[in-house]
């Protein structure tokens, strides 16, 4: 057996449901693979997915693609190469308490931001408020990471950025009302958020096991889209006591399990659509035209 480490995004939620049914059903065990699962909450988020990655902690990150491009364009440039996309499309909002009163982006002028402090994040937001015609001079605050969708439930931020399918779920089933807006919806072309990331000197050194390790991934996540009960019992598991009484499983994964894509198409990267990213985040000013030329991504390990 080999064993490998992936460093999660967040705490345990449904958008690594692929992981733990393919650990709990074997599938990791018929690929010669033991998988260990980094949970962000062992340092209270003190080290970064990436960072794990870049200090050879995790053999695996998941991270926004963002991550991707800060790695290889950072002074100590590390190797990171984007491998496997959870979700197909971006399901995430910039959300705000109904109760605030913010009917649309340009509203938020001059109200509270609490910020993940993500590489471009607080330019996209502000970008996404310049474009429904406000001036984009919000307040930003940077709360500990983990309780971030805290601070917007008790008032301490007008708004933040949440995932549809996980604050949202959790929001419904509390009858928190919200409004919610698309970055598509605004005309910023985001990117996949979350990936796989690895190290590209490692995608050859251990091919066969990275190989083995996505395959079985793959085969985890596709599992949750056709087998919702077994699948929500093996997630609740894992998941935080908070989270199991707050949020309703069923709901989240029915939310998302068409994003997860088919057989065709899980985990798989399109192209056009990163090149649409970086190409906005070039106009924009926020990287140099060399990273279109970075190798960035692959699905090689899907083929």
Same mark, same amino acid.
């Given at each position: 057996?080999?064993?490998?480490?992936?460093?999660?995004?967040?705490?345990?939620?449904?958008?690594?449901?692929?992981?733990?049914?393919?650990?709990?059903?074997?599938?990791?065990?018929?690929?010669?693979?033991?998988?260990?699962?980094?949970?962000? +909450?062992?340092?209270?988020?003190?080290?970064?997915?990436?960072?794990?990655?870049?200090?050879?902690?995790?053999?695996?990150?998941?991270?926004? /693609?963002?991550?991707?491009?800060?790695?290889?364009?950072?002074?100590?440039?590390?190797?990171?190469?984007?491998?496997?996309?959870?979700?197909?499309?971006?399901?995430?909002?910039?959300?705000?308490?109904?109760?605030?009163?913010?009917?649309?982006?340009?509203?938020?002028?001059?109200?509270?931001?609490?910020?993940?402090?993500?590489?471009?994040?607080?330019?996209?937001?502000?970008?996404?408020?310049?474009?429904?015609?406000?001036?984009?001079?919000?307040?930003?605050?940077?709360?500990?990471? +983990?309780?971030?969708?805290? $601070?917007?439930?008790? *008032?301490?931020?007008?708004?933040?950025?949440?995932?549809?399918?996980?604050?949202?779920?959790?929001?419904?089933?509390?009858?928190?009302?919200?409004? $919610?807006?698309?970055?598509?919806?605004?005309?910023?072309?985001? *990117?996949?958020?979350?990936?796989?990331?690895?190290?590209?000197?490692?995608?050859?050194? /251990?091919?066969?096991?990275?190989?083995?390790?996505?395959?079985? $991934?793959?085969? *985890? /996540?596709?599992?949750?889209?056709?087998?919702?009960?077994?699948?929500?019992?093996?997630?609740?598991?894992?998941?935080?006591?908070?989270?199991?009484?707050?949020?309703?499983?069923?709901?989240?994964?029915?939310?998302?399990?068409?994003?997860?894509?088919?057989?065709?198409?899980? *985990?798989?990267?399109?192209?056009?659509?990163?090149?649409?990213?970086?190409?906005?985040?070039?106009?924009?000013? +926020?990287?140099?035209?060399?990273?279109?030329?970075?190798?960035? /991504?692959?699905?090689?390990?899907?083929?």
């Amino acid at each position: 057996m080999t064993t490998l480490k992936i460093a999660l995004d967040w705490t345990p939620n449904i958008n690594h449901i692929g992981f733990f049914i393919a650990q709990e059903l074997g599938y990791y065990k018929e690929n010669g693979i033991e998988l260990e699962i980094i949970n962000p +909450l062992d340092d209270n988020y003190t080290l970064t997915p990436g960072k794990k990655l870049e200090l050879d902690l995790a053999d695996f990150a998941i991270a926004p /693609f963002e991550t991707v491009i800060s790695l290889n364009n950072k002074k100590n440039k590390v190797d990171a190469i984007a491998v496997f996309t959870l979700l197909q499309e971006d399901i995430s909002s910039i959300a705000s308490l109904k109760s605030n009163d913010l009917t649309s982006p340009k509203l938020l002028d001059g109200k509270i931001y609490a910020s993940y402090k993500a590489r471009y994040e607080d330019k996209i937001v502000k970008e996404l408020v310049k474009n429904d015609g406000g001036s984009g001079n919000i307040k930003i605050t940077y709360p500990d990471k +983990l309780g971030i969708w805290n $601070t917007l439930i008790d *008032g301490k931020a007008d708004a933040t950025w949440i995932f549809d399918n996980w604050e949202g779920v959790e929001a419904e089933g509390k009858n928190i009302e919200l409004n $919610t807006w698309t970055l598509k919806d605004s005309g910023i072309p985001y *990117g996949y958020s979350p990936v796989i990331i690895a190290r590209k000197r490692n995608l050859t050194k /251990f091919k066969d096991e990275y190989t083995s390790f996505i395959k079985a $991934t793959q085969k *985890g /996540f596709l599992f949750a889209t056709n087998n919702e009960n077994e699948s929500v019992a093996i997630l609740k598991k894992y998941l935080s006591v908070s989270d199991k009484k707050n949020i309703n499983i069923a709901r989240a994964l029915a939310v998302t399990k068409k994003y997860f894509g088919s057989i065709g198409t899980c *985990g798989s990267m399109n192209p056009d659509k990163i090149k649409l990213f970086l190409t906005w985040l070039i106009d924009k000013n +926020l990287e140099n035209n060399k990273i279109l030329g970075q190798h960035l /991504f692959t699905n090689d390990l899907l083929e």
